[in-house]
């Protein structure tokens, strides 16, 4: 008797394999404290508004992650710079701490078409790969409450957002 392996039973397979890895390759609350600098760009939006979406942060990272930061985006219709900041949970996997996973807050306030103080937030999740060298790749998505379209005197929306970063982590502490 042949058996017919479907996708969605080696989709099982590989969720409930993943499940027993994050248990046994030590998932928990980040514990290495670190500063951390990046800077990001939106692959998504620089292509489609044809500029640069550009970002900076600097944060601290430990069982929480805070970050602060800008991001300015001259493509868009009136142009646009915000500042922002965001904080929540930072989860790490392996002794080493190599990968992160974080999910938060994020608020700001942004400039555009010469109006200021549009207000910005919503919430943030990411995952971050750290060479040992201290330098790091990663991905970031957004959810985002978008007040700054009242600038152009469109409604105000949420937007998601995603973005590739690449920064370097040194641990203080050392």
């Given at each position: ?49 044809k ?8 944060e ?102 995603f ?6 982590r040194?641990?203080?502490?050392q």
């Open positions: 008797m042949k058996t017919k392996v479907t996708f969605l039973i080696i989709a099982t397979a590989v969720v409930l394999l993943m499940n027993v890895q994050l248990v046994t390759a030590q998932f928990r609350l980040g514990q290495t404290e670190s500063f951390a600098v990046s800077l990001y760009v939106d692959p998504g939006a620089s292509h489609k508004e500029g640069l979406d550009i970002g900076a942060d600097i601290y990272n430990g069982p929480i992650y805070a970050r602060a930061g800008f991001e300015s985006f001259e493509a868009l219709p009136g142009g646009y710079f915000d500042i922002h900041g965001a904080v929540g949970p930072r989860f790490t996997i392996g002794s080493q701490e190599r990968i992160a996973l974080y999910i938060g807050g994020r608020v700001g306030v942004a400039w555009r078409n010469g109006a200021h103080g549009n207000a910005i937030g919503g919430a943030e999740g990411g995952a971050e790969y750290t060479f040992p060298s201290g330098i790091f790749l990663g991905v970031n998505g957004s959810y985002m409450y978008r007040g700054d379209m009242k600038a152009m005197q469109w409604p105000e929306i949420w937007r998601e957002n973005y590739i970063k690449i920064g370097y040194w641990n203080w502490r």
